[in-house]
């Protein structure tokens, strides 16, 4: 082995070292769940797709999207469920969908796929929609999760395909409007939603 392959080696392994310090100092979980026997589980009937999840340990809940169904768990014990708000999709939107050539049991549903805090008290909904992403706002009041009905445009905020890897994030504020910033992994690019009008600059 040549010097300078061992050196780069040697250059690897510190620089692998000090990634891994790096990353244990800032990747402190926000809640540790120890492994017991007891093992929590939360299921419903009929639903699936359990796929977006957010911590409010302010108001003591796991938020959780799944197939036309979110729900707020209690956060020291997610079996208990705390609230359900359940978002279907009309016939009629359904069928719109099946024209575009999907399959209405499969991509014509609605998949909670962003869950995102607003504030305090609101939080930022988005579902495929069949085919057709939509967003809402969303509370957690009195013990009950409730859909404000606004049914904003979610394109660019929620992906239409329920297969589809996504992530999303929400970042700052811009003078006195708040700017929600969003990253799809798919194809990275930017929007800026502002509330109050609501309006999308890409
Ligand atoms: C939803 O869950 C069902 C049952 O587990 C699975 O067959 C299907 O592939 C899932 N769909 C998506 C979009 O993940
Ligand atoms: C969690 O909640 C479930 C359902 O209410 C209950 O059966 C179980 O005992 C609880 N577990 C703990 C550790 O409190
Ligand atoms: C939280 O945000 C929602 C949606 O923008 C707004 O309607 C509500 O007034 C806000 N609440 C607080 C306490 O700021």
């Given at each position: 082995m040549s010097l300078l392959s061992a050196l780069s080696i040697v250059c690897g392994l510190m620089l692998q070292l000090?990634?891994?310090?790096?990353s244990a100092q800032y990747c402190v979980p926000r809640k540790t769940v120890f492994y017991q026997s007891n093992l929590k589980l939360f299921k419903e009937d009929g639903i699936f797709n359990y796929s977006t999840m957010l911590i409010r340990d302010d108001l003591g809940v796991l938020l959780l999207g799944a197939r036309e169904a979110i729900y707020a768990l209690d956060i020291n014990n997610i079996s208990v469920q705390k609230a359900a708000v359940y978002w279907g999709?009309?016939?009629e939107k359904q069928r719109e969908c099946t024209y575009k050539g999907k399959l209405a049991e499969?991509?014509?549903?609605?998949y909670i796929r962003t869950l995102l805090s607003v504030n305090d008290t609101t939080v930022y909904?988005?579902?495929t929609n069949a085919f057709s992403p939509t967003?809402?706002?969303m509370t957690f009041a009195n013990g009950q999760l409730t859909l404000k009905g606004k049914q904003e445009e979610g394109k660019g905020k929620c992906p239409f395909d329920p297969f589809q890897r996504y992530s999303s994030l929400m970042v700052g504020e811009c003078q006195h409007r708040r700017v929600?910033?969003?990253h799809n992994i798919r194809a990275p690019y930017l929007v800026h939603l502002f509330s109050g009008t609501?309006?999308?600059c890409i």
């Amino acid at each position: 082995m040549s010097l300078l392959s061992a050196l780069s080696i040697v250059c690897g392994l510190m620089l692998q070292l000090y990634f891994s310090l790096l990353s244990a100092q800032y990747c402190v979980p926000r809640k540790t769940v120890f492994y017991q026997s007891n093992l929590k589980l939360f299921k419903e009937d009929g639903i699936f797709n359990y796929s977006t999840m957010l911590i409010r340990d302010d108001l003591g809940v796991l938020l959780l999207g799944a197939r036309e169904a979110i729900y707020a768990l209690d956060i020291n014990n997610i079996s208990v469920q705390k609230a359900a708000v359940y978002w279907g999709v009309p016939e009629e939107k359904q069928r719109e969908c099946t024209y575009k050539g999907k399959l209405a049991e499969v991509e014509c549903r609605n998949y909670i796929r962003t869950l995102l805090s607003v504030n305090d008290t609101t939080v930022y909904v988005c579902g495929t929609n069949a085919f057709s992403p939509t967003c809402d706002y969303m509370t957690f009041a009195n013990g009950q999760l409730t859909l404000k009905g606004k049914q904003e445009e979610g394109k660019g905020k929620c992906p239409f395909d329920p297969f589809q890897r996504y992530s999303s994030l929400m970042v700052g504020e811009c003078q006195h409007r708040r700017v929600h910033v969003w990253h799809n992994i798919r194809a990275p690019y930017l929007v800026h939603l502002f509330s109050g009008t609501s309006s999308l600059c890409i």
